[in-house]
Every structure is written in C-alpha cells, then in structure tokens.
C-alpha cells in the first residue's frame, strides 16, 4: 500500500502479486494490483491488465463478491470494479492513455463512477483513512488533463489533510495533498504535506520529489535541491539494485534539480547534472522505445526513451544558457533539439550580435507556433516569439516599438496561471521586459517590473539580483539593499565567480 501511494507503480505491481502467491484467496491483493493500473494523475491506466488480474481472483464480479470476507472489502472491490468497467475475466493486454481533450466519455463516466463509490464508503466507514485518502485521490483524477478547478482541488485536500492530522503517517495522506495544492496560488498550503511525505515514504523516489513541487514554487531553494537530489539518488540506487537500464533513472526529478542549482548560483552542478542525461544518450541503453507501451504501469520519469531524454538535454542547456548568460555556448550550434532550445538560442544570437540569426530563430519559433499541437504551447511560443522580437527591436535601436512588444509578451504572459513548477516560457517575460527597461534606462519601471516577476516566480536568482540592480540605480536604496542581502542569503553555496554575488556584496553594503 505505502508503495501504491507513493506512485511506484512496478515495485507495487510486484509486491501485490507476490502476496497473491502467499494467500491466493486474498481478495485485496488481487484488487491491489488492479488499482496499478489506473494512474489518475498521469491519466494513464491499462484496462486490459487490471482486468487480468481481477480475473485470476475469480472469473466475475459477483465470484469476486463472495471472496471478499468483509463488506469493506467487498466496497473495494466494487469500487475497483466500476474503474475498469464490466469486467468477465482475463483478457488481451493493450493500454490507453485519457486526459484532457482525448478524455473518452466512457471513461470519464468510469472515473466519475469510481469517486462516487470512494465517496461511499469513506461515510461508510468514517475512521477508514485509506478510504478517505483513495476519495482524494479520485476527485483529483477524474478531472480532465487541462481542467484546473480550484474548488475541485481544495476539496481533495482537505480531505487529505484530515487524514493526515488523524494520522500524521500516512503516505497517501500527504502525497494527495500536495497534488491537491499543486500550483502557484496554493502551494504554501501543502508545505505541511511536503515536510511529511519525504520522511514517511523514505525508498520511493517519487515520493522524494514531490515536495519539491511545494518548495520551488515558493522559491524554497535549499529544500527543493535537496529533495530533487535524493528523489534522483534513490531512483539511481534502484536501477543498480534491480539492474535496469539507466533510462530507468528518474530523470523528470533531474530536470527539475538542474534549475533548482541554477536558482542557488550552483552552476558547476547544474553542468554536472546534464553531463549525467549525456552519459545516458551515450550510453544507448533507453529501453521504453522498444515497443510503443512497454511497461505502461511504470512511473513518469522512468523509461525514458533517446527522444524524451533528448529534449530533456535541450531545455536543461536552454536554462543553463539563459540564466547564466553563458551566450558563447549557442555561438557555433546550428540546431537544435525543441523550443526551449531554439529560443535559447535566439535570445543568445541577439546577445552576441547576430541579427541575422536572430532573425531565423524568430520565424522558426513563428512556426512552431502554428505548428504547436494544442494552446497552451501555442500561447507559450507566441510569448517566446514576443521576448525574442522585442529584444530584436531594442538591439536596432527601436526602443519605443521594442516595449510595446516586451509589454504584449509579459501581459500575455500575466494571463497564464502561476508556474506550478519550472517556469515557462524557460525566460520569464515580465523579467525579460524588466531587464530591457533597466538597460534602457528606465531603473523605476525596472523595479516594478522585477517585483512583478518576484510575485510571479518567488526568489527567482535573475529578479532578484535584476531588482537590486534596479532599485539601487533608482535611487531605491532600501529596496535594494534588502534584494541584496536576501539574493546573498539565497547563494551562500553558489560558484564563487559569479558577477551577480560580486554586484550583489556591493549593493548590500
């Protein structure tokens, strides 16, 4: 159960039927394994195989029934019955993936069906805290992909952190409260959920990063590093120790660890941090793109194929890039791998001159902005295309044309709900507005800017030393000071030749 909470879906798989070999007669084991192959929040699940498993306890339901001594039990199997339909016994395996707009109506009625009957029984049994916990859960999934209802969400965890101030052990408790207030606007809410989880849910690695997903969007720092570098450290120690492919590796945790250094002025490390998902391409051992769903009970992040890892690479080198000014680095490259990249490498040609290259990048990102597959991409490559042109027009000289445009991009970008992790576009626009106002010479409207890039994007390292900059210019000097200090607070292990420190210690006096 701890493993099933934890989203460690094949480690759960396998402890589930091992007790299916001890008591084949225990209905929850078999019931267990079926609710594996639901993955809610991924909007994942495998019909087929859940039915398999179902159907090696009995070959109906209501032979199911009768293995279920209690009638707690028999709601959980009823319940797991209503997830995956009419169910008549083992069947061919194949998967599906719903969400969002391929959400099938059909199974939007099967995960509606299954929260009603969680609902059920968690007033039927009201001190059953996994009862409660999996209601949570299913509130949480059987929303669409793209819907973000808040009311929805505060529902879930709220019942989620009953559970956990009944029982402040519990891992599905605080794992399904920090999916509840998994965005920018409520992420404070579940840092309780966050400090718990890790503690209580020590051998997942899935359960290691998810409090990063309250403490980067509070700009916490320290405390995402080192959830991310544990959550990549335990999912690496369980590659060697079952000897799996290193694509196995949970790399979606070492994307997220790689900005996290950036934000501490750890750039050694974020470098580092590349060189490990290089080593893997290198190494050619990616074993999910073998066959088009192979393992599809496995968690997110794990199984990554050369494509997935590829444009993992490039918006790691994109981030690098763009928040250490490390344009040199884009100067001989002549492709790139996605959008983060070639955007990188646009605003880089305009650092180094290249209008003319600047210029390609600006229609190539025109272009994938028509080519996008739904809106949100679209919107996030019209922003893209915003920063990029503007900075082109500041470059020609174009000052009033260039903030007109920086204003449309960071307005556009305004509308978009508050990162709930990285940010994207991969370079902010408002804070890309406000380092064109600074260089202008517009130091007040800097300020403003800087601080709505800050309310945005919490103790962002390039707004932080940008407002400092700002204010100190503008004659701000407690402003800046303040900016100043918490900017040398927030890099006290960061690289020691870093120019931001160095102007920071300045300001700071």
């Not at 190539?364 to 739904?374: I, N, T």
């Not at 202008?440 to 800050?454: D, H, K, T």
């Not at 210019?473 to 303040?482: D, L, N």
Request: charged share 25%.
């Amino acid at each position: 159960m701890l493993l099933l909470h934890s989203f460690e879906y094949d480690d759960a798989i396998a402890a589930f039927r091992e007790a299916q070999q001890v008591d084949p007669g225990f209905a929850l084991a078999y019931w267990g394994e079926a609710m594996c192959y639901n993955q809610p929040l991924w909007y994942n699940e495998n019909v087929d195989k859940a039915r398999q498993a179902l159907g090696r306890l009995a070959a109906d339901a209501a032979a199911r029934q009768a293995k279920a001594p209690t009638a707690r039990e028999k709601g959980y199997l009823d319940a797991v019955e209503r997830m995956f339909g009419n169910v008549r016994g083992a069947g061919a395996g194949s998967s599906s993936r719903g969400g969002g707009p391929g959400l099938s109506d059909a199974k939007a009625s099967r995960n509606r069906a299954y929260a009603e009957r969680m609902a059920e029984l968690s007033r039927q049994f009201p001190t059953d805290d996994e009862a409660a916990a999996f209601y949570a859960l299913a509130l949480l999934g059987a929303r669409a992909e793209t819907d973000r209802d808040t009311s929805v969400m505060q529902k879930a965890g709220a019942i989620a952190l009953a559970v956990l101030k009944r029982n402040p052990q519990h891992p599905g408790a605080a794992h399904y409260a920090l999916h509840a207030f998994d965005d920018g606007e409520h992420a404070a809410m579940g840092l309780e959920a966050a400090r718990t989880y890790a503690r209580i849910a020590p051998a997942s690695s899935h359960a290691r990063h998810m409090p990063s997903h309250v403490f980067l969007p509070l700009g916490m720092w320290d405390d995402a590093a080192a959830s991310d570098e544990s959550s990549f450290a335990v999912s690496v120690d369980r590659v060697k120790r079952l000897g799996l492919s290193m694509a196995q590796a949970d790399f979606h945790s070492l994307g997220w660890l790689q900005y996290e250094y950036l934000q501490q002025g750890r750039f050694a490390k974020a470098r580092e941090a590349m060189r490990t998902v290089e080593n893997a391409l290198a190494a050619g051992d990616s074993v999910r793109h073998q066959t088009p769903m192979h393992h599809v009970e496995s968690e997110i992040g794990r199984g990554y194929g050369p494509m997935s890892l590829k444009g993992e690479l490039a918006s790691m080198r994109a981030r690098l890039v763009l928040e250490g000014g490390r344009w040199d680095e884009m100067k001989g490259r002549s492709s790139f791998d996605n959008v983060d990249e070639l955007f990188a490498l646009g605003i880089a040609s305009v650092k180094l001159g290249d209008e003319a290259r600047a210029e390609a990048v600006f229609d190539q990102l025109q272009q994938a902005r028509v080519a996008a597959p739904d809106p949100d991409n679209k919107r996030l490559a019209s922003i893209m295309s915003g920063e990029l042109a503007g900075l082109i027009q500041l470059a020609r000289g174009q000052k009033t044309e260039a903030m007109q445009t920086l204003t449309g991009a960071a307005r556009a970008e305004s509308q978009l709900p508050r990162p709930i992790a990285r940010p994207y576009p991969v370079k902010p626009a408002v804070e890309v507005y406000a380092e064109a106002l600074l260089l202008s010479g517009n130091a007040g409207e800097a300020v403003r800017q800087f601080q709505a890039s800050l309310a945005r994007t919490p103790r962002r390292a390039a707004s932080l030393i940008g407002l400092a900059r700002a204010a100190q210019t503008a004659g701000q000097r407690e402003v800046a000071v303040k900016a100043a200090r918490e900017f040398i607070e927030m890099w006290h292990a960061a690289d020691a030749d870093r120019a931001e420190l160095k102007d920071a210690r300045v300001i700071a006096r």
